[in-house]
Nanobody
Framework: QVQLVESGGGLVQAGGSRRLSCAAS????????VGWYRQAPGKQREFVAA???????NYADSVKGRFTISQDNAKSTVDLQVDSLKSGDTAVYYC??????????WGQGTQVTVSS
């Protein structure tokens, strides 16, 4: 059973930055794509960014140029650097990993609150 744990969230002023981290209980991030999603109050969970095992990245249009996803296989972590934060970025941020054997694993989420 793979466990994912997110960290790094908090309260930040508009225009500020945070570095979110997703740690896996076992070294699986080199095997398949890892993604970050977010869910704002009253809204559906939405895609933010993803990184493949080959280090290709993909971003939602709303975060392109402001967010950067990166992977450290030695540490079994995938980080999400979030810069130039806006009030609309306030959400719970989740990381997810899809097992090649089937099934998606999700962390418990980390709250990012952007104050204006």
């Amino acid at each position: 059973q793979v466990q994912l744990v997110e960290s790094g969230g908090g309260l930040v002023q508009a225009g500020g930055s945070r570095r979110l981290s997703c740690a896996a209980s076992t070294n699986v991030f080199s095997i398949n794509t890892v993604g970050w999603y977010r869910q704002a109050p009253g809204k559906q969970r939405e895609f933010v960014a993803a990184i493949t095992s080959g280090y290709s990245t993909n971003y939602a249009d709303s975060v392109k140029g402001r967010f950067t996803i990166s992977q450290d296989n030695a540490k079994s972590t995938v980080d999400l650097q979030v810069d130039s934060l806006k009030s609309g970025d306030t959400a719970v941020y989740y990381c997810t990993w899809r097992s090649p054997l089937g099934g998606d694993y999700w962390g418990q989420g980390t709250q990012v609150t952007v104050s204006s």
